[in-house]
């Protein structure tokens, strides 16, 4: 079976840094993607992870680890606009398909 | 930057109509899929297409969906028979080769379908 969980919703204040955790049990794995979309918008891609370790772009950084089946999104110095669902996404063994988890919706406040 | 497109961004139907979504894959890619989303819900994958044929479906992906590619450009979702059920927005992604791992997949901007 596919499982992805991600918290529901999380706040934080503009200039912060937040930890976005998803934990994923699923029958294959061929790498895990951070998607960001903004209500109504399609999803934007953020970040690809299919090794172990930290991948670092600008502001986000994502860790993941495959025998805990963890991954994490870090914001740093949080905008009013990255206020959006970050969607964590695993790519099934034959890379044909993404399985989304239900997101989690970043409130960034003044 | 190139990118995908969708068309129409809205379509209102009645319950038992058929429906053709319509997209354009970023042109140098060889991957196409479908996702949905219901509103207030996760993404879901739909239907995956390469070499003008399916690569991988999913359980939604029942006998009233079809995908198909006409021309060069064009990637198109079809449903026969349209429910209250399928309400949703409907995403066109596409991606380059395969490498190790997986490439990255590009949305377009969705079509919502209304389904009255």
Request: proline letters at 3%.
């Amino acid at each position: 079976g596919q499982n992805i969980d991600q918290p529901t919703e999380m706040t934080a204040t503009e200039g912060a840094i937040v930890q976005i955790n998803c934990t994923y049990q699923t029958s294959g794995f061929n790498g895990l993607f951070w998607y960001q979309q903004h209500a109504g918008e399609a999803p934007t891609f953020l970040s690809y992870n299919v090794l172990d370790g930290l991948e670092e772009k600008g502001r986000f950084s994502s860790f993941l680890s495959r025998s805990k089946g963890y991954s994490y999104l870090l914001l740093k110095e949080l905008q009013m606009k990255d206020s959006a669902s970050y969607l964590c996404a695993v790519v099934n063994q034959a890379g044909t398909a993404l399985i989304f988890g239900k997101g989690t919706t970043l409130s960034v406040s003044s | 930057e190139p990118e995908v497109t969708q068309t129409p961004s809205h379509q209102v139907t009645q319950m038992g109509q058929e429906v053709i979504l319509r997209c354009v894959p970023i042109s140098n890619h060889l991957y196409f899929y479908w996702y949905r989303q219901i509103l207030g819900q996760k993404v879901e994958f739909l239907v995956s297409f390469y070499n003008n044929e399916i690569s991988e479906k999913s359980e939604i992906f029942d006998d009233q969906f079809s995908v198909e590619r006409p021309d060069g450009s064009n990637f198109t979702l079809k449903i026969r028979s349209t429910k209250l059920e399928d309400s949703a927005m409907y995403f066109c992604a596409s991606s380059g080769r395969l490498t190790s791992g997986a490439d990255t997949q590009y949305f377009g901007p969705g079509t919502r379908l209304t389904v009255l």
